[in-house]
C-alpha cells in the first residue's frame, strides 16, 4: 500500500501535467481575451466537474465544523492568484510571469510554518532552493516589463502559497477535497461573472473550445493540488511542483516548436535530480521515524 507521501507525490505530479496544459490552452486561446473572462471559463468547468464528483461520491456540499474560515481564505487567496497571474501572463513576458507564479511553493512553506506550525528541516529548505535555482536557469527571467505588473504576479504567488497552505490546513480536518474544489471553484467563478457580463469579449469556436479545454485541464490541476496537500505537508511535496517546468517544456516543443537552450537542459537535470534525491530522503526520513517508533 502506498504511504500518505507518495500518494502526495503522485498527485502534485498529476497537479503539474494539469496546470502545464491549462497554460498552453491558455496560451492558444489568444491575448485578446481578457484574464477575468479566461478566469471564468476556467473554474466554471471545475465547478461542474467537482459537482458531479460530490454527487457521485453522495459526499454534501455542506463543510465540516469548522472548516468554513479556511474554506474562504483558500477561494479568496485562489481567485486572487488566478486574476494576479493571468494578468501578469498578458502584461509580462511569459517566462517572467511563470517564474512569480512559481514563487508559490516558497511562500506555501512560510506559511505553513506561520499558521500550522510545520517546520522543514534545512535539508528539505536547501532542496526547494535548489529546485529554484534550476527554474531559474530554463526561464531565464529578464524582469524587464513596468513594475506595476510584476508586483501584481508577485502577489499571485504570494496569494497561490497562502491558498495551498489552506488547502493543507484543510486536509488535516479530513475536509473532502471534492468540496474544497467545488467551494473555490464556485467562489471564483461568482467572482468573474461581473467582469464577464460587463466587459465580454466575443470569441470564436476554437477560442472557446480552448479555454473549456484549460477549465478540464485546470480541474485535473486543482484535484491533484487539493489532494496532494491533503495527505503531505509542502516542505515533503512542492520540490515535485517543479515538474511543470519539464511538462511545459514538452507541451512547447510539440505545439510551439519550441526547443530549449542548453541551459534550459542543465535545468531539467537539476530540477529531475533534486526531485529524485528528495523522494528519497523523505522515504530515509520515514524509516528512521519507524525505527524510533518501534523502539
Known sequence: MLSNKSKAIGCILLSALGFALMNAFIRLAGDSIPFTQKTFFRNVVAMAAAALVLRKEHVSVRWEKGSLPLLIVRSVCGTLGIFCNFYAVDKLLLADANMLNKLSPFFAILFSLLFLKERATLVQYGAVAIAFAGSLLIIKPGFSADAFPALVGLC???????????????????????????????????????????????????????????GLAATLGQFGVTLAYSFAPAKEISVFDYTQILFAALLGFFLFGQIPDWLSLVGYVVICGVSVWMFFYNRSLESQETVRERI
Open 156 to 214: 499571485g504567488g504570494i496569494a497561490a502559497g497562502a491558498a495551498y497552505t489552506a488547502v493543507r490546513g484543510l486536509g488535516k480536518r479530513k475536509e473532502a477535497g471534492a468540496r474544497i474544489v467545488f467551494f473555490f471553484s464556485a467562489f471564483s467563478t461568482l467572482a468573474s461573472l461581473p467582469f464577464l457580463i460587463f466587459d465580454y469579449h466575443p470569441m470564436t469556436g476554437m477560442q472557446l473550445t480552448f479555454l473549456l479545454a484549460a
